[in-house]
């Protein structure tokens, strides 16, 4: 098998009860459509079948967790970028010398936690990330559980004649109110502007060939081709559908645990249910292609 980055290698299609064994790997599943525990690999040592079987494990589940992981800045960096060029978040606040490793940390003076509504990472920008690799350090005591849904399941849920309506329609993406002033705790100016982008209501994954609704509360403003009126009352039933708890898993958090979850299939929402408790780690992100 050979190894996958970008939208080279193999074409995985989604074969219900017809998975192949993994041989370097043990997967085990959160629920039938989305999520998976990995275990038996150091993210930092990964042989090159171990690599292979951890991307396929992607391409099955849309999210994927590894505990008891312990990587360096470094590490962390490298392993994201076996998956392809890195992504620099347009806003949040990063390591010093490192654009790429993004702080994701909250404690009782924090006005706000990352990630707390519906959304798939960045999707205003033009090429918006492939995926996101969150490695948790500390952990509150109890809460800061993550909601993840698939947005396979949200499209093929949709009525034919939904889905007859939707399909080729392209919506407006537009980061401006999700971060201007966002990231002041931190010490973060805001940019004389934020990405914004158009891309396809269901969009193709370059990778499985399945299609998934890509609309999503953080960042979807409008449809475009049709009135406003009418644009705001699709996409409320399709916020509101594509977050119906059929299509989730939630994962609950222990120190050292790494989720890497495909930005192009997958929405994701995280609890700030722990306040006054701190929770803190980093996030790599890894560049993707342009919807199609």
């Known amino acids: ?14 074969t219900p009860g017809e998975a192949a064994p993994y041989e ?4 085990e599943k959160l629920t039938p459509i989305i999520g998976a525990e990995i275990s038996g ?6 042989s090159n079948q171990q690599f292979d079987e951890v991307h396929r ?7 994927i967790f590894f505990r008891d992981q312990r990587l360096t800045p470094r590490e962390h960096l490298d392993f994201g970028r ?3 060029e890195l992504h620099i978040h347009p806003a949040a606040p990063h390591e010093e010398g490192e654009p790429a490793l ?8 924090s006005p706000r936690a990352n990630g707390e509504g519906w959304h798939s990472d960045v999707s205003c920008d033009e090429r918006p990330p492939m995926g996101s690799v969150l490695y948790i350090k500390q952990c509150p005591p109890h809460g800061g559980d993550t909601l993840f849904a698939s947005m ?8 034919d004649r939904m889905k007859t309506y939707l399909d080729g329609m392209i919506a407006v993406h537009d980061g401006e109110e999700v971060y201007r002033g966002t990231y002041a705790n931190f010490g ?10 158009e891309h396809p209501v269901a969009r193709t994954h370059p990778v499985t060939g399945r299609k998934a609704l890509y609309v999503n509360r953080g960042f979807t403003r409008r449809l475009l081709g049709v009135p406003r009126d009418e644009s705001d009352a699709v996409l409320r039933y399709l916020f509101e559908h594509a977050e119906n708890p059929l299509f989730q898993c939630r994962f609950r958090w222990t120190e050292n645990t790494v989720a890497f979850w495909d930005n192009r299939c997958a929405q994701h929402r995280a609890m700030w249910d722990y306040w006054p408790h701190t929770r803190s780690g980093n996030r790599v992100t890894i560049l993707g292609e342009r919807p199609v």
Request: no cysteine.
């Open 1 to 14: 098998m050979n190894t996958l980055r970008g939208n080279q290698g193999p074409r995985y299609r989604h």
């Open 57 to 63: 494990a992607l391409a099955e589940n849309l999210v």
């Open 152 to 159: 396979y399941a949200a499209w093929d849920a949709l009525s």
């Open 188 to 197: 973060v100016q805001d940019r004389p502007s934020y990405p914004k982008a």
């Open 82 to 84: 076996r998956f392809g």
């Open 102 to 109: 993004m702080k994701i940390y909250a404690d009782a003076n």
């Open 24 to 27: 370097t790997i043990r997967v």
């Open 41 to 46: 690999v150091d993210l930092a040592a990964l």
